[in-house]
């Protein structure tokens, strides 16, 4: 594919999503407050179709398309399984959703780590959950730039490097939450949404169509990699390998604070139903494509050396008109820049809010503010810095991250359903669940042969559990939280 063509469409996506922000950014002065809640939470007014499309853009990002179409490649059926009990775990959302909504409608909550640090009393439990989500989802966010690496590496025949790549998605994240904030990214968000289901499907369908139709392509993998079609085949997947990666990501929804953040800012319950319906029915025909384009991948190019060049190779190819080619890759950068801009804006606002804040009782919410902006860059570079490091599958290295992050779910379930859950449990299971996941990671240990995903949450529980039972509970605070939470 030419290189013309390929940064043309990059210059006419910079200049559509640069109109979007600057016109939210505008509506967002318009008599609204510009503070935290406004930056980060676009003052708590979004409305159900937005935030579906927002949040089905932060959540499906490189990984899918990218991502766990090489997985697909890579493993064969078992990868559709793996998202499918993500996809099952988000009727978390459902539970928690309209709770996390009212105490934050209640008490002003801009993160959810300030949630938990006002729940169990304790403004450690906030600064740790802070740290902790800084710790793990800058590499979560590393991955979202390699994936746009891969890909515009992949397409123009390594004419353009993986870090030019990587750099482009930097800037294109920066320049959209940095204008208008949450705001500016939701409405960016919702035209990349939109762009990406809709050339994605249209091209996967073509692409299938240019292999000799469904039943070709399914035949082809049954004669000539029988093993992508069986569980758990002979490929990547084993059972303890599917657990290791699917536990970590059924709690994706409530461990993740850039998605769990987007659960205070519907205007109304009857809007956040709206979202998690609009998400669902995008989760699910994305999820379809992904591995469609995988096990086409696998069926017109089966050597490949990276697995996460399958989409980028396929593109590129003869099965794909260049203009279509390019309309597809433009929706995977789009997708990659969303999420990483939510995980930055995200990540600002809680070094801002519960760091700088509790570490500085007196600075005030505009100061707060202007920290949350100077700390949008160090992240992005930080993130930088990382995926030049080309770590692994990018699937692999997204469900990392996730297991580290897992380490908060006890502290949350228990912030909603457990009286006696206590600052001192909450901090035991981010930290020393946290250093586990790290220490098992590092060294490459698997007690009883189990992967860290499936340890990392029974050890955090274990450690909440036994470190509660042993302190006692804020018992006022708790009362009004609950109170508040419906319970």
């Known amino acids: 594919m030419s290189l013309s063509l390929i940064w043309a469409a990059v210059g006419v996506y910079l200049l559509l999503g640069l109109a979007i922000a600057f016109l939210s950014r505008s509506d967002s002065t318009n008599g609204a407050r510009v503070d935290m809640s406004g930056f980060f939470l676009g003052n708590r007014q979004m ?57 934050g409608k209640r008490f002003g909550y801009v993160t959810p780590s300030e949630m938990l640090g006002h729940r169990y009393a304790d403004r450690r439990v906030a600064i740790a959950t802070a740290l902790a989500s800084c710790l793990f989802l800058i590499p979560y966010a590393a991955v ?121 800012m519907p205007a109304s319950l009857r809007s956040m139903r709206q979202m998690l319906i609009g998400f669902l ?92 902006k100077w700390v949008l860059p160090v992240i992005a570079l930080l993130a930088l810095m990382f995926a ?16 580290g992050l897992v380490v908060v779910v006890p502290p949350i379930i228990g912030a909603f359903y457990w009286r006696r859950g206590t600052a001192v449990g909450a901090l035991a299971s981010i930290i020393g669940g946290g250093a586990a996941v790290i220490a098992l990671y590092a060294t490459g240990i698997k007690p009883l042969g189990l992967p860290p995903g499936i340890w990392a949450l029974p050890v955090a529980l274990v450690l909440y559990v036994a470190a509660s039972l042993v302190t006692r509970a804020p018992e006022t605070r708790t009362r009004e939280f609950l109170a508040a939470a419906g319970r």
């Open 47 to 103: 409305n159900g179709f937005v935030s579906a499309l927002s949040y089905s853009a932060t959540t499906y990002s490189a990984f899918m398309m990218v991502g766990l179409a090489g997985l697909t490649y890579a493993g064969g059926v078992g990868a559709f399984g793996f998202e499918i009990v993500y996809f099952a775990g988000v009727s978390l959302v459902a539970i928690f959703g309209p709770k996390f909504w009212a105490v």
């Open 144 to 264: 979202q730039l390699a994936g746009v690496g891969y890909l515009l590496a992949g397409m123009s025949g390594g004419a353009i490097t993986f870090t030019t790549g990587v750099v482009v998605a930097a800037i294109l994240a920066i320049l959209f939450s940095f204008i208008a904030g949450i705001r500016s990214v939701m409405w960016t968000d919702s035209l990349q949404a939109l762009f990406m289901i809709v050339a994605s499907t249209l091209v996967a369908l073509l692409v299938v169509e240019s292999l000799g139709g469904f039943a070709a392509l399914f035949d082809t993998l049954a004669t000539e990699h029988p093993e992508a079609l069986t569980v758990p085949g002979s490929g990547l997947f084993s059972l303890t390998t599917f657990l290791g990666l699917t536990l970590p990501w059924f709690f994706f929804s409530l461990s993740n604070p850039q998605v769990s953040q987007r659960l205070f």
């Open 281 to 372: 029915v995008f989760g699910f025909v994305y999820t379809l494509v992904s591995v469609l384009w995988g096990f086409s991948a696998l069926v017109a190019f089966p050597g490949l050396v990276q697995s996460d060049l399958a989409t980028p190779t396929l593109l590129a190819s003869e099965h794909v008109p260049p203009i279509l080619g390019v309309i597809v890759m433009v929706g995977i950068l789009a997708a990659a820049v969303s999420t990483i801009d939510s995980i930055m804006l995200t990540l600002s606002s809680m070094v801002s809010r519960d760091v700088y804040a509790n570490l500085s009782p007196t600075a005030s919410e505009a100061r707060q503010l202007r920290v949350g």
């Open 388 to 403: 030049e490091l080309q770590l692994d599958l990018i699937a692999v290295l997204s469900v990392a991250a996730s297991t």
